[in-house]
C-alpha cells in the first residue's frame, strides 16, 4: 500500500551567481611551425583557416588532475571561499582516460574538500555551458551553496598528428567558476539541446580495445569533419545564443561580453556579426593562442578577459558552447 507520508524537500527557490573564476595553462607553447610537418602545411594555411596560431599542449606532469585543481584553486581564490566550503564539483571534460573513479572525485580530494558531490559531465565542447547550468540549478532548489564547476581538457592525448582536420585544431588547459547565491538572478535559464543524428561530425575514430585486444594501430583519435561542424554552426548557434538571451530577460544590445566556445576563429567572428552585439561589446578569442580546448575553452576564455581587465565586474556575459554530440547550451551571467 503507497504511504501518504510528505516527503521533505529542499528549501524554497533561491537565485545563483558566478562568484569567481580561475584557470590553468600548460607551460609549453606549441607553434604552428611545429604541427604544420606532419599535416603537410604552413603557418599561413592554419591561421587563415582557423585563426590559431598557438596552442599548449601539457607536460607528463601536468595531469588532467593537476591541471583541473590549480584552475579550481584560482577559482576559490577568486571567490573568496575555502575549499571546505565547496558541496559539490562538477568537471566537464571528454579527456579523462579512466572510466571510474570520476575526475571530479581526484580533484576533491586534490582541493582538500570536506564530502562533496562529485561528477563529470561528457558534454565536449558545450560541457562548461551543461555544468554551470546544472550548478545554478542546485544552488536555487537548495542541493547546494557552493559548486565548483571546471572545464579540463587534455585534447593532445586524442589527437593523430598527421590528421589534417584535427592537428592544429586542438590544445590543452583548464578553467572553472564558482557558483554560489546571490540575492539577484545571476545566471539566466539555460537553452541546450542536441542532434545526435550527427554525431558521427565529431567523434573517435574507433573505440578503444577490449582487455586483452591490441590496438590496430594509434591509439584511438578524435576525428571531424570540419565543413559540415562549421556550416552547423554558422547556421544554427546565433539562433540558440540570442534565445538565451531573450529567456534572461535581457537585449542583444545589453549584453558586455561574448564568450563561445573557441572552435575556430572564424566561427566566433560569424556568430559574433551575426547577433547584433554592442559596437563595444568584448569578444572573446582566446582560440588564436589557445587552440580549441574543448569543455575548458569558455572558462579560459572568460577568465583570461577578467584578468585583462576587459570583462566589467557586474556587466553580463553571453556564454555559448557547441560540438561533438552534436550538442549544444547557452546562457546569460552576470559577471563577479
Not at 543524428?197 to 583519435?221: C, F, H, K, T, V
Request: aromatic share 4%; proline share 5%.
Amino acid at each position: 500500500m503507497a504511504t501518504s507520508t510528505a516527503l521533505t524537500a529542499p528549501p524554497g527557490t533561491r537565485n545563483s551567481r558566478v562568484l569567481g573564476t580561475g584557470s590553468f595553462r600548460p607551460a609549453r607553447v606549441v607553434t604552428n611551425e611545429e604541427v604544420a610537418g606532419p599535416i603537410g602545411s604552413t603557418d599561413e594555411w592554419i591561421v587563415t583557416r582557423s585563426g590559431i596560431r598557438t596552442r599548449r599542449f601539457a607536460s607528463g606532469t601536468e595531469t588532467l588532475g593537476m591541471m583541473a585543481e590549480q584552475a579550481g584553486r584560482a577559482a576559490l581564490a577568486d571567490a573568496g571561499l575555502h575549499a571546505e566550503q565547496v558541496d559539490a564539483v562538477l568537471v566537464a571534460t571528454i579527456t579523462h582516460r579512466m572510466a571510474t573513479p570520476s575526475l571530479a572525485a581526484e580533484v576533491a580530494a586534490r582541493l582538500g574538500t570536506r564530502s562533496p558531490a562529485a561528477v563529470d559531465l561528457g558534454a565536449a565542447c558545450s560541457g562548461f555551458c551543461y555544468a554551470t547550468a546544472i550548478a545554478g540549478d542546485m544552488i536555487r532548489g537548495g542541493s547546494a551553496d557552493h559548486v565548483l564547476v571546471i572545464g579540463a581538457e587534455r585534447m593532445s592525448d586524442l589527437l593523430d598528428p598527421t590528421d589534417r582536420s584535427t592537428a592544429f585544431m586542438f590544445g590543452d588547459g583548464a578553467g572553472a567558476a564558482v557558483i554560489g547565491p546571490c540575492e539577484e538572478p545571476g545566471i539566466g535559464p539555460v537553452v541546450w539541446g542536441s542532434d545526435g543524428r550527427r554525431r558521427d561530425l565529431i567523434r573517435m575514430n574507433e573505440y578503444w580495445p577490449a582487455a586483452g585486444q591490441e590496438l590496430s594501430g594509434p591509439s584511438p583519435s578524435l576525428v571531424m569533419e570540419g565543413p559540415s561542424v562549421y556550416r552547423w554552426a554558422v547556421s544554427r548557434m546565433a539562433d540558440v545564443a540570442l534565445l538565451a538571451v531573450k529567456q534572461a530577460g535581457v537585449a542583444i544590445t545589453d549584453i558586455d561580453v561574448f564568450v563561445p566556445h573557441q572552435a575556430n576563429q572564424r566561427i566566433v567572428d560569424n556568430l559574433a556579426r551575426n547577433l547584433g552585439l554592442r559596437d563595444d561589446a568584448v569578444v572573446a578569442r582566446d582560440v588564436a593562442e589557445a587552440g580549441n580546448t574543448s569543455g575548458a575553452s569558455i572558462p579560459l576564455a572568460l577568465d583570461r578577459l577578467r584578468t585583462e581587465g576587459l570583462a566589467p565586474s557586474g556587466g553580463l556575459a553571453l556564454l555559448i558552447g557547441f560540438g561533438a554530440g552534436l550538442a549544444y547550451a547557452a546562457q546569460v551571467v552576470r559577471l563577479p
